[in-house]
T-cell receptor, first 112, second 114 residues
Framework: SQTIHQWPATLVQPVGSPLSLECTVE??????LYWYRQAAGRGLQLLFY??????ISSEVPQNLSASRPQDRQFILSSKKLLLSDSGFYLC???????????FGEGSRLTVL | GNSVTQMEGPVTLSEEAFLTINCTYT??????LFWYVQYPGEGLQLLLK?????DKGSNKGFEATYRKETTSFHLEKGSVQVSDSAVYFC?????????????FGAGTRLFVKA
């Protein structure tokens, strides 16, 4: 069966520090991969999606970036975090024709 | 562009009450529609889906019908339980270049009292 894992689960970082969140999918090949951010009490904002290795689409201009070095690995990064980067980050994958998403457990980032 | 609008919460109900959470959408193509649920501290889970007009998605007593004429996908449950307390997201998925892009509503928090 397919599984998705993301880590770390919780992260507290100072302003200006770098960020790396990692997500891996198992049990499937060539998935579409997504990074969403959920700010406190708000909906989900699509940050990046990828349809293949090295192919990244950015939805919102910001100081975050994403990379897909392997078929089932998706990484969210920042060189210098801002206070506004705090939130709950969710990785998701999809291979079905209807586009339904399967989410990881989430990574809660607090920038101080 | 595509968008999803759902009723603001929180919604507070007593156990066994009837639930409706309204959702409307705007789309240029023929999207698939979804309801996802998020329990406290967790990621989202797919609750139900409908892929074409007049389809009814159902799961765990929840239902929603894809209404193209009113561009709606309202979530209903006849008798809610305390365990249904969660945040519910309406979502739209449309085929984009090489894949799908899913857009979510703002979410509706449901509290069910015993």
């Amino acid at each position: 069966s397919q599984t998705i894992h993301q880590w770390p689960a919780t992260l507290v970082q100072p302003v200006g520090s770098p960020l790396s969140l990692e997500c891996t999918v198992e049990g499937t090949s060539n998935p579409n991969l997504y990074w969403y951010r959920q700010a406190a009490g708000r909906g989900l904002q699509l940050l990046f999606y990828s349809v293949g290795i090295g192919q990244i689409s950015s939805e919102v201009p910001q100081n975050l970036s994403a990379s897909r070095p392997q078929d089932r690995q998706f990484i969210l990064s920042s060189k210098k975090l801002l206070l506004s980067d705090s939130g709950f980050y969710l990785c998701a994958w999809s291979v079905t024709p209807t586009g339904e998403l399967f989410f990881g457990e989430g990574s809660r980032l607090t920038v101080l | 562009g595509n968008s999803v609008t759902q009723m603001e919460g929180p919604v507070t109900l007593s156990e066994e009450a009837f639930l409706t959470i309204n959702c409307t959408y705007t789309a240029t193509g023929y999207p698939s529609l979804f309801w996802y649920v998020q329990y406290p501290g967790e990621g989202l889970q797919l609750l139900l889906k409908a892929t074409k007009a007049d389809d009814k998605g159902s799961n765990k007593g929840f239902e929603a019908t894809y209404r193209k004429e009113t561009t709606s996908f309202h979530l209903e449950k006849g008798s809610v339980q305390v365990s249904d307390s969660a945040v519910y997201f309406c979502a739209l998925s449309d085929r984009n270049t090489g894949g799908f892009k899913t857009i979510f509503g703002a979410g509706t928090r449901l509290f069910v009292k015993a």
